[in-house]
């Protein structure tokens, strides 16, 4: 877990109003409507109101009431189950984007790394890093499902900051990805992992993989712990995300860290996108307080020994979400249009860059019904290149990363690690005929 609460008082401190208030609403409500629905374990979550509109609240949602019967007959085998790669769902839920390329979102903001990089403070430096950190979590709100990547799929994104950045599927059971983002001042590695809980109407997302981040001028190595994520209303009600508990980025060159507490929304939304916590030093002493909203903005100020805002001192933001589309289908930002563009795509593309997925160009014009016979088609490809690997007793290598002699640990899985392979450099003149996942 965190760092101690300064040691004013447990509650109490400058976030004392806003916590104080909290505690009186309490979670979000969740409430059966077993008796209005005649299911059993279904649980709907409105975060905008309170207990007594769940009935009604179940009855909106994407889903028409046979297909929410039709679905919920499906899913409800898997309740307590990770079904991170078990069941086929429906291309109507989904985004015309992939993992991978989700993934590459977090590179929007990567100029708050820039100036991380830059920054003598080393308190401030952590203000910067972890501001990048939160600031996905905007385009992590969409309910909208990304594509699973077929194993060996890539996807790679030049002409934004001056960054290169690589992503592979490494794994498909379970699914995980590696991907390396560079520019001159940072260098990024991601070893991606998920595990899922099934909860009937609601799914919970723990994140076991591992992100690290080096910046290049005085060598500092920053490490990220994000917090859950609990996914709302799959079935029954409007889908919504949410992601409460920490967010820890600890620098590991000084000891000093950021821990940050994504509140849970409360009745009528109290609380809902709310990031509060503080910077310490090695020595668990706060620096900065920061505070804000992961959907608006961040803004820091220094604090006493006590967590109170230094005297003259004032809170100053530090990023703010760009401007975005209205009435985009998927919620898109301009960045995540960028993102599946050619425009940010190397000259020399891959012939398994997510971008040329007919699935997913299917389903970005519109076509439905084919993008779903494509996204079988590449499935049931996938499955038959298997088999033929295990009939040969082959295992699948990754083209692009490399594993290395690093475990992670996490609360719920044991991690090895993967880095760049020093065969990238070779990258830019590779150029398929086809998509070879079989590699």
Known sequence: ????????????????????????????????????????????????????????????????????????????????????????????????????????????????????????????????????????????????????????????????????????????????????????????????????????????????????????RDGVVLDLVPPPTKVNNLIFGRTWVDSPGEMIMTNLTTGDKVVLYFQTCGWFGAGRYEVDGYVYNAAEEPKILMTGKWNESMSYQPCDMEGEPLQGTELKEVWRVADTLENDKFQFTYFAHKINSFDTSPKKLLASDSRLRPDRFALEKGDLSKAGAEKSRLEERQRAEKRTRDAKGHQFTPRWFDLTDEIARAATARLTLLQLSSTHGSMVTYQPNRVDNSR
């Open 1 to 216: 877990m965190g760092s101690p609460t300064p040691k004013k008082d447990q509650n109490k401190g400058f976030f004392a109003a806003m916590t104080s208030g909290l505690s009186l609403f309490g979670n979000a409500m969740h409430r059966s409507v077993n008796g209005f629905l005649g299911y059993e374990g279904v649980e709907v979550i409105n975060p905008e109101g309170g207990k007594e509109d769940a009935e009604e609240e179940a009855q909106r949602g994407r889903w028409k009431q046979e297909e929410q019967e039709s679905y919920w007959k499906m899913m409800h085998k898997y309740i307590g189950s990770d079904v991170t790669s078990m069941v086929t769902l429906p291309v109507l839920i989904f985004e015309p984007m992939t993992m991978l390329q989700k993934m590459a979102e977090l590179m929007e903001y990567s100029y708050l790394l820039d100036h991380a990089d830059e920054c003598e403070d080393p308190y401030l430096r952590l203000v910067y890093a972890s501001s990048w950190a939160i600031s996905v979590y905007y385009a992590y709100q969409r309910t909208w499902k990304p594509f699973n990547p077929i194993i060996g799929e890539t996807y790679e994104m030049v002409n934004h900051g001056g960054i290169t950045f690589i992503s592979e599927q490494v794994s498909h059971h379970p699914p995980m990805s590696a991907g390396h983002a560079e520019n001159e001042h940072f260098t990024y590695d991601v070893t991606s992992k998920l595990k899922t809980k099934f909860l009937g109407n609601s799914l919970d997302v723990y994140p076991v993989g591992r992100t690290r981040v080096s910046l290049k």
